[in-house]
């Protein structure tokens, strides 16, 4: 009985922290269902630096892939940073079914002031310089002072 009173206070941390923020549509021809970070909600996710940030995503996949990988960059004074573009394990998908991506993104303290825009991006894994994009998120991020 503790065990199960345990469980139902983890799921609810989960949901009361993990809140829904919003996101523009930048490519894709997946469909995708919504945008979740941890201690974010709304138009402007602020961000303390050192401190982890659980993000995931909901997607419904265009075609089948056998592979997928993940794209996460930002855009600081003009320029693309990338902070990850990996292959994801055990990524493959079928359409017709919802698949929820999960990273963590910690953000360095050289950025606090600044107003990002970030990008996350899944794309099935290919050899082709071109390959196929299933969705492209943007949202914003404000990096504060802890």
Request: net charge negative; charged share 10%.
């Amino acid at each position: 009985m503790q065990s199960q009173a345990l469980c139902v206070v983890l799921l609810a941390f989960t949901v009361v922290f993990a809140g829904n923020v919003d996101y523009d549509r930048c490519g894709g021809v997946g469909t995708f269902r919504g945008l979740r970070i941890s201690d974010c909600s709304g138009a402007v996710c602020e961000m303390i630096p050192g401190r982890p940030y659980n993000c995931e995503g909901d997607l419904l996949p265009s075609s089948p892939a056998a592979s997928l990988s993940l794209k996460v960059t930002t855009v600081y004074l003009t320029t693309v940073i990338t902070i990850i573009d990996t292959v994801l394990e055990n990524s493959s998908v079928q359409p017709g079914y919802l698949y929820t991506v999960k990273f963590t993104i910690v953000p360095n303290d050289v950025l606090v002031g600044n107003h990002l825009l970030t990008q996350a991006s899944l794309y099935h894994t290919t050899v082709n310089p071109n390959p196929l994009i299933e969705f492209c998120a943007a949202f914003h991020v404000r990096i504060i002072e802890g």
